[in-house]
């Protein structure tokens, strides 16, 4: 089969589509023929040499798919050869095949298209497991969400809204804020002129947002603080804007506050954290909301796998709304 590969870490043109066994199933395995993948940022860091995959799993790039189901392993029941699905992955997306654990598997939600499905099971296990899984938000709620355009962001506002929650989101040009309008949010705030602290406050009455959920890390620590409520949450989970900051405890005390960074590549399948919990939880709760057109993927271009090189150039620039997929 073909796949991209990267044989010394850098930039786009790292990337090369070649040729490379094909991937076989262990008994609680299946193999998929793929149809699509998606391009997150944790690949870009891969092939750049900076996250390497958890042990046992794929050096290909790629954490999520969809296409055909073409083999099961000896003790996969519940799934059968030529069903459709879409995959959570540890590694591989980026070929013609991959193989998954049948318990990160999920169906197509009706009304998806089998190459659109692509751009749902990272951002939607990453989503859920953290707005509702960790934080367990209520209607009512206040949410600030970094980076409203992104793949994470536009799929956080449309559970959001879904869920009832009032909406805050940043992004930084006119056409991304009135995108993140369109998907529902409350607040839109321009980051390159506006202190999101303020106008957190000015749309919360002055008492700051229940929850947030943040990709930037380091940059927005002191600030993501700011911005909380009495009893409020931070979410990180991403370092966009570096890794080390310097943590105002006594503020954090001081709203009751509380911080939790997370990651979901590097999770154990099984038990209460683990993937398999979470891609059940998603299928019962989140897929619903899908299936009934209240959340939909949002994708902002679709480039052929071979150019793979042409999907990072994209997500480095900030050029696109949402996922880009790479189709075969």
């Known amino acids: 089969m073909h796949a991209i590969t990267v044989d010394n870490p850098g930039g786009p043109e790292a990337l090369c589509w070649t040729e490379v066994p094909d991937p076989i ?100 296990c990453t989503v859920w497991s953290n707005m509702m899984m960790k934080t367990k938000m209520t209607a009512g709620q206040s949410i600030l969400i970094h980076g409203g355009a992104s793949g994470i962001g536009t799929h956080a506002i449309q559970v959001a809204k879904a869920l009832g929650l009032r909406v805050a989101v940043t992004a930084g040009t006119p056409d991304k804020l009135d995108a993140c309008r369109d998907l529902g949010a409350d607040l839109t705030i321009n980051y ?62 001081a709203k009751r506050g509380s911080l939790t960074a997370t990651t979901l590549r590097g999770r154990p399948l ?19 909301l899908v299936e009934e057109g209240k959340v939909r993927p949002v994708v902002g271009a679709e480039v052929p796998m071979s150019r793979a090189a042409d999907a990072h150039r994209l997500l480095e620039n900030g050029e696109v709304v949402g996922k880009v997929l790479l189709t075969r």
């Open 25 to 124: 199933p262990g008994p609680d395995e299946i193999l998929i023929e793929v149809t699509a993948a998606a391009a997150n940022r944790a690949d870009l860091l891969q092939r750049q040499g900076l996250y390497n995959p958890p042990p046992g799993a794929s050096s290909i790039l790629g954490l999520e798919c969809s296409g055909i189901i073409a083999a099961l392993g000896a003790n996969v029941t519940q799934w059968s050869v030529g069903q459709p699905v879409c995959a959570l992955l540890s590694g591989g997306g980026y070929a013609e095949k991959v193989v998954a654990p049948a318990s990160q598997l999920l169906p197509i939600p009706r009304s998806v298209q089998i190459d659109v499905a692509a751009a749902l099971p990272e951002v939607a």
């Open 270 to 288: 099984d038990g209460p954290s683990g993937k398999a919990a979470i891609v059940e939880s998603v299928a019962q709760n989140l897929w619903p």
């Open 192 to 253: 390159r002129d506006t202190d999101f602290v303020q106008a957190v406050h000015s749309f919360t009455g002055g008492e700051g947002v229940d929850r947030i959920l943040d990709i930037m890390g380091a940059k927005y620590l002191g600030r993501n603080i700011d911005a909380l409520g009495n009893d409020g949450h931070l979410v990180i989970i991403g370092m966009q804007g570096g890794v080390a900051a310097e943590l105002n405890i006594a503020k954090l005390i």
